[in-house]
């Protein structure tokens, strides 16, 4: 149904049927309430403390709390109260909302940077406001853009969450046909707020509704208390999901530390190589293993393998180097060592191994050049076809890749040939906020 209403949206026949919709959209706007926004203070905080973290939300009538009576019970509030009370510290919060607000607004509007001149999460809502406004992709693509980049900017080790258009389609207040015109219409733009998310390395989070009626306010179009509580269950859900922990506060001076900074990658490969340096002449003094690294095995090891990704309808460049720190080979006679370190043999993978690799990335996905490393680990095996391997080899298993401080789970098969010298490789990754297929034409130096 999702698939239908995209394709719907994108096609002449959606805006052919504008005339059949109208009348119902302009009547619905002449009769339909207008609703306050929640009474009380647009910051907060919880808890007592010095570094409080700092939770900033940006968007349109739902952060401000349209058709609700309690500030208290608007998403970010919910969410501040979640964090406090998870990771046990206090949490200052501040709201920039406006009901009827475009993405265009919004980033106009921005925020009251004299309450809050940093921060360490943000909260983004838009998009239904544009499409009820018939914003086109192209313009709504541009502003989203700028206001991501604005956040960015502000606070370059903030976590950035970008809420997904609500799926219109399932509004009580809506009537048909105008209830399906407008959900077709939400899918589409909030795949084009997935690619910008995608592009400026910000996490995308689409919202599961509920279209239970308790989970509506008394208006039939904004979340009540119950909705809002839901959604800032989901948004926890995913952030603890994605291993983002309690940062450190962006103040004073301070900067946040994510799991797995982009940048220490090239650091983390130096270090594994000396590790292989060190490992395997202590494994050759102990009698554990047969080969060791030499200089040139370890420049050769520079040569990335090239790759071809596929996330979110866009297709892009990537490089992958790969170690092998540790394999235990089944498929070579029994009188010699299976273990391996580092250093591995042709014969000793392709006859038949299990291995375990760690793969610095390149992927060609987001907007800043640090933004596009990420580091790989996991376990995989090999089968030999044909000639133990030598002419040809299958290989599958598993593997977590850190990237853009999202952390994702991918499964991979692969055919080697050439005694394993050249290789393809296809890896499927079914995380939601990191759903991509990767080919990779494996070049490797043993």
């Not at 604005?150 to 258009?165: F, H, I, K």
Request: aromatic share 10%; net charge positive; charged share 15%.
């Amino acid at each position: 149904m999702a698939a239908f209403h995209t394709l719907f949206a994108q096609s002449a026949l959606f805006w052919s049927a504008l005339p059949l919709v109208l009348p119902q959209a302009l009547s619905l706007r002449k009769r339909a309430p207008r609703w306050p926004a929640a009474a009380g203070p647009r910051s907060g905080r919880f808890g007592d403390g010095l570094a409080p973290l700092r939770l900033l939300a940006v968007g349109d009538s739902p952060f401000e709390g349209a058709a609700i009576d309690r500030i208290e019970d608007t998403l970010p509030v919910r969410l501040a109260a979640r964090l406090h009370e998870a990771w046990d510290r206090p949490v200052a919060w501040c709201i920039s909302a406006r009901s009827g607000a475009t993405v265009r607004a919004v980033r106009a509007m921005g925020w009251p940077r004299e309450l809050m001149p940093v921060f360490d999460l943000a909260l983004v809502s838009v998009g239904v406001n544009d499409v009820t406004g018939l914003t086109r992709r192209k313009a709504f693509g541009e502003a989203l853009s700028g206001l991501l980049r604005d956040l960015r900017e502000a606070s370059p080790e903030a976590v950035v969450v970008l809420l997904g258009v609500p799926p219109m389609h399932a509004f009580p207040l809506l009537p048909q046909p105008l209830r399906a015109w407008l959900g077709g219409r939400s899918r589409a733009l909030d795949r084009v707020g997935r690619a910008c998310a995608l592009r400026s390395g910000v996490m995308h989070l689409p919202l599961e509704l509920d279209p239970a009626p308790e989970m509506f306010a008394q208006d039939g179009f904004h979340p009540s208390a119950r909705g809002n509580e839901a959604w800032a269950h989901q948004v926890w859900r995913a952030l603890e999901s994605r291993g983002v922990s309690a940062p450190c506060s962006t103040v004073a001076g301070t900067r946040c530390l994510p799991l797995m900074p982009r940048h220490t990658v090239g650091a983390v490969l130096c270090l594994v190589f000396v590790w292989a340096l060190a490992s395997a002449c202590h494994a050759e003094t102990n009698g554990v293993g047969s080969a060791r690294p030499t200089w040139p095995w370890v420049v050769t090891q520079l040569v990335p393998s090239p790759q071809l990704v596929v996330q979110g309808g866009h297709a892009a460049f990537g490089a992958r180097w790969q170690i092998t720190p540790v394999l235990f080979s089944y498929g070579i006679h029994r009188s010699q060592n299976p273990w391996r370190f580092f250093v591995v043999e042709p014969i000793v993978r392709q006859s038949g191994s299990v291995e375990w690799h760690v793969s610095p990335e390149y992927l060609a996905l987001g907007d800043g050049y640090a933004d596009r490393f990420g580091l790989r680990t996991g376990v995989r095996s090999y089968v030999p076809v044909l000639e133990r391997g030598d002419y040809l080899s299958v290989s599958f298993g598993t593997s977590a890749l850190r990237f853009q401080e999202v952390t994702s789970v991918a499964y991979e098969a692969g055919a080697h040939s050439f005694f394993g010298f050249l290789g393809l490789m296809a890896s499927y990754s079914p995380t939601p906020q990191a759903r991509r297929f990767i080919t990779t034409l494996q070049v490797r130096f043993f």
